[in-house]
Nanobody, 124 residues
Framework: HVQLVESGGGSVQVGGSVRLSCVASGDTVGRYCMGWFRQIPDKEREGVARRVTASGTTRYADSVRARFFIFTDNAKNTIYLQMNRLKPEDTAMYYC??????????????????WGQGTQVTVS
């Protein structure tokens, strides 16, 4: 059973960049589809990006495409979310999640079975 711990959030200026990290333990990220989600209070959790680690295929939400990039370092068992050209509307709690490849649906957060505790990103 994979366990996930995010880090890297904080406060950043509009137009700036930040990189989130998600370290996995208990299993290898290469076995999973890994995703990043975000949530603001009183809103549904939103899929941001996902990557099927074994194949390298990725998918992004329209709101972040060409600004955010998801990638993995298998040697470190870590998945990253590089966030560029940040906007105030990117402010949210960001969560890393894992599921098996056949359930890998960015539009269905409930299809992801393992979650980290979240890391806050504030853009102002």
């Amino acid at each position: 059973h994979v366990q996930l711990v995010e880090s890297g959030g904080g406060s950043v200026q509009v137009g700036g960049s930040v990189r989130l990290s998600c370290v996995a333990s208990g299993d290898t990220v290469g076995r999973y589809c890994m995703g990043w989600f975000r949530q603001i209070p009183d809103k549904e959790r939103e899929g941001v990006a996902r990557r099927v680690t074994a194949s390298g295929t990725t998918r992004y939400a329209d709101s972040v495409r060409a600004r955010f990039f998801i990638f993995t370092d298998n040697a470190k068992n870590t998945i990253y979310l590089q966030m560029n050209r940040l906007k105030p509307e990117d402010t949210a709690m960001y969560y890393c999640a894992a599921t098996n490849a056949k359930n890998c649906n960015l539009l269905e957060p409930k299809s992801f079975s393992a979650w980290g505790q979240g890391t806050q990103v504030t853009v102002s």
